[in-house]
């Protein structure tokens, strides 16, 4: 028998893009399955504030001991806190949600590297995919506070920027903390990205710089106080569109 007469079943090639092709459609179910279950767990946590930060800062560190602050504030102010819990940043902000008032949310992610949970999290949702992850940092938010962080912190703190600038989600307080850390990327922004139009001048406001704690908890009430922290209606059917 020649090669080419071969039955499709007894091609190598074949039998494997099919294997492939069934492997692909389970992910799909998975991927589902992954934003079902995290909804579900997550929806009696409003309001609630993300905060991003490096993984790699260790816990004598002067941002952990300002996260860990702010996050505490927040937690007894009554706002969940919810943070990627893993290390450095991550723990700091579940550390100081767990011994305050309002729960301490860790979304964890599955790595080879680096990601391994805290112990400071009341509630715990694991996560294989990083775009699950990332919208239910966002679907929960009524507003983000981003330390000092690596790849990961600018990717959350640049996708913030682009679905309030695009509308597809409600304007909500973006706070970066640390002015000596971040002076020189929002100088970046006003300098460069408005310099040769590639954004609006406004659109620099979509994001402030604050240093201390309590300013932290007031910018975001002063943000909600006429509007309340819950979506309407209407913005609900926006997220849906993430």
Do not use: C
Request: charged share 20%; proline share 6%; aromatic share 10%.
């Amino acid at each position: 028998m020649h090669l080419d007469k071969l039955p499709e079943s007894a091609d190598p090639t074949r039998a494997a893009e099919i294997n492939y092709s069934a492997r692909e459609s389970w992910r799909m179910l998975g991927i589902m399955a992954e934003f079902v279950e995290a909804t579900e767990r997550l929806a009696t946590i409003r309001p609630a504030v993300s905060i991003f930060g490096s993984a790699r800062t260790p816990a004598d560190h002067a941002y952990y001991v300002l996260t860990e602050d702010i996050a505490r504030k927040l937690s007894d102010a009554g706002f969940s806190v919810i943070s990627g819990g893993g290390p450095g940043i991550m723990e700091a902000a579940n550390k100081g949600a767990f011994f305050g008032k309002s729960p301490s949310v860790g979304l964890n992610i599955q790595l080879p590297h680096e990601q391994t949970s805290n112990p400071y999290q009341d509630i715990s949702q694991s996560f294989q995919h990083f775009f699950a992850r990332k919208v239910m940092f966002v679907k929960f938010a009524a507003a983000y506070v981003v330390m000092p962080g690596g790849f990961g912190t600018l990717d959350e703190l640049t996708e913030a920027l682009t679905l309030v600038q695009t509308g597809k989600i409600p304007r909500i307080p973006i706070i970066l903390v640390g002015s000596k850390f971040w002076a020189g990327f929002v100088d970046w922004v006003k300098t460069t990205l408005v310099g040769e139009g590639m954004i609006s001048p406004e659109d620099v406001d979509l994001m402030r710089i604050i240093d201390e704690p309590a300013e932290v908890v007031d910018a975001i009430f002063s943000h909600y106080e006429k509007r309340g922290f819950m979506p309407s209606i209407a913005e609900r059917e926006i997220q849906l569109n993430l």
